[in-house]
């Protein structure tokens, strides 16, 4: 089975603090990593990982994939409140034309 | 430009009594899928589609059923309505590229509660 393990699962932090979350896998026939945030409704496409140590940026946001630790992280610095959400890391397998979605890391910042 | 719209986004059913949803996309996606997010489980695959006619079952299928008779619609259908069935769904879709790399655009989510 195809797995995709997030943590932590959930964290509170103070707006102005850096989190860092983290997203393993078991498999390695896969395409890409995608993470994606999910506020009250449809997550929404953030990055969109495929070679191993190449930093994407967006803003306050980053992502690296370590492909030897079969893991990837997402970095948020000078965290606020419009943060808070639920982050969903996934991978496009190689067959199956199919995304495989961890259980996902729900951040609360707090003013 | 709508993207992709599901409906209804609410409803609450009886153990068993049958139910559909519709999703809906205006992007000429080959691709459609259809989610279930559960609390502490992210989101499952139930049923999927590569295209017109076609359809494959996800992680999830027991108890669903789906259909892809337009490219631009994908039915979620609840034969006889389960209490596990209650859930959040999600609809995504996708285009078929060559180099594709999985990006999903989603709808805004269906709440299904089954008493």
């Known amino acids: 089975e195809d797995k995709v393990v997030q943590s932590p699962l959930s964290l509170v932090v103070h707006e102005g603090d850096t989190v860092t979350l983290n997203c393993s896998y078991e498999?390695?026939?896969?395409?890409?990593l995608l993470w994606y945030k999910q506020e009250k409704k449809a997550p929404t496409f953030l990055f969109m990982l495929t070679s191993s140590g190449i930093e994407k940026k967006s803003g306050r946001l980053s992502s690296i994939l370590d492909k030897k630790e079969l893991s990837s992280i997402l970095n948020i610095t000078a965290t606020q409140t419009g943060d808070s959400a639920i982050y969903l890391c996934?991978?496009?397998?190689?067959?199956?034309?199919?995304?495989?979605f961890g259980a996902g890391t729900i951040l609360r910042v707090k003013s | 430009n709508a993207g992709v719209t599901q409906t209804p986004k609410f409803r609450v059913l009886k153990t068993g009594q049958s139910m559909t949803l519709l999703c809906a996309q205006d992007m000429n996606h080959e691709y459609m899928y259809w989610y279930r997010q559960d609390p502490g489980m992210g989101l499952r695959l139930i049923h999927y589609?590569?295209?017109?006619?076609?359809?494959a079952k996800g992680e999830v299928p027991d108890g669903y059923n789906v259909s892809r008779l337009k490219k631009q619609n994908f039915l979620l259908g609840l034969e006889s309505a389960a209490p596990s069935q209650t859930s959040v769904y999600f609809c995504a879709s996708r285009r078929l590229r060559i180099t594709n790399t999985g990006e999903l655009f989603f709808g805004e989510g269906s709440r299904l509660t089954v008493l």
């Open positions: 589609s590569v295209g017109e006619g076609t359809t």
């Open positions: 498999v390695t026939n896969f395409r890409s």
């Open positions: 996934a991978l496009f397998m190689e067959y199956g034309n199919k995304l495989v």
